[in-house]
Antibody, heavy 119, light 109 residues
Framework: DVQVVESGGDLVRPGGSLRLSCTDSEFSLTNYNVNWVRQAPGKGLEWVAYISLTGAVIYYADSVKGRFTISRDTVKKSISLQMNSLRVDDTALYYC????????????WGQGTLVDVSS | QSALTQPPSASGTPGQRVTISCSGTRSNIGNNYVYWFQQFPGTAPKLLIYRNSQRPSGVPDRFSGSKSGTSASLSISGLRTEDEAVYYCATWDDSMSARFGGGTKLTVL
């Protein structure tokens, strides 16, 4: 089965920056659309960002627009989420999700990486 | 407040059929496909249903999805104790943002 792996989560001060990374066990993320979804402690799921398989189409949630940047690293075959101007309410477990074959979103999920924004 | 409305809780006894609803608008559920996810405590969500009613490989056919107008539903037949989890619906909206429901905690009595 496909394994998605996120990394880069950490404790960071408000206003700080962090870069999350996502890969999969098949090193095939370049062939799929990818979404980031986050979950604050004890809360529900919130979509964060989307990047198409070519990288040409990108969407962001209003809550992160202008602060977060999703991108592809074609050499490393990974997806990055650059998070700037972090706020306390960005604290969450961040999941990277890959499409199913056929372009259906949210098919495979990683175990998440924890971002804790606290002073 | 989530763009998609789900009941916060649902319950059933083993063997029963339970249905969880997800209500939206024309710009989200009305015009787009619906997804359903299952999440156990401390684990990542798992895709149960995509394209309103399709099951990924490995998902039992006890789980079924449907959509009508601006609402969708997830049904679980032959309820089992291991189905106790939180269930989320999701869809895209016409402004190209993905929306999740607030989640429904299913208790198997």
């Amino acid at each position: 089965d496909v394994q998605v792996v996120e990394s880069g989560g950490d404790l960071v001060r408000p206003g700080g920056s962090l870069r999350l990374s996502c890969t999969d066990s098949e090193f095939s993320l370049t062939n799929y659309n990818v979404n980031w979804v986050r979950q604050a402690p004890g809360k529900g799921l919130e979509w964060v960002a989307y990047i198409s398989l070519t990288g040409a189409v990108i969407y962001y949630a209003d809550s992160v627009k202008g602060r977060f940047t999703i991108s592809r690293d074609t050499v490393k075959k990974s997806i990055s989420l650059q998070m700037n101007s972090l706020r306390v309410d960005d604290t969450a477990l961040y999941y990277c999700t890959r499409d199913l074959d056929g372009g259906w979103h949210f098919g495979y999920w990683g175990q998440g990486t924890l971002v804790d924004v606290s002073s | 407040q989530s763009a998609l409305t789900q009941p916060p809780s649902a319950s059933g006894t083993p063997g029963q059929r339970v249905t969880i609803s997800c209500s939206g608008t024309r710009s989200n559920i009305g015009n787009n496909y619906v997804y359903w996810f299952q999440q156990f405590p401390g684990t990542a969500p798992k895709l149960l249903i995509y394209r309103n009613s399709q099951r990924p490989s490995g998902v039992p056919d006890r789980f079924s999805g449907s959509k009508s107008g601006t609402s969708a539903s997830l049904s679980i037949s032959g309820l089992r104790t291991e189905d106790e989890a939180v269930y989320y619906c999701a869809t895209w909206d016409d402004s190209m943002s993905a929306r999740f429901g607030g989640g429904t905690k299913l208790t198997v009595l």
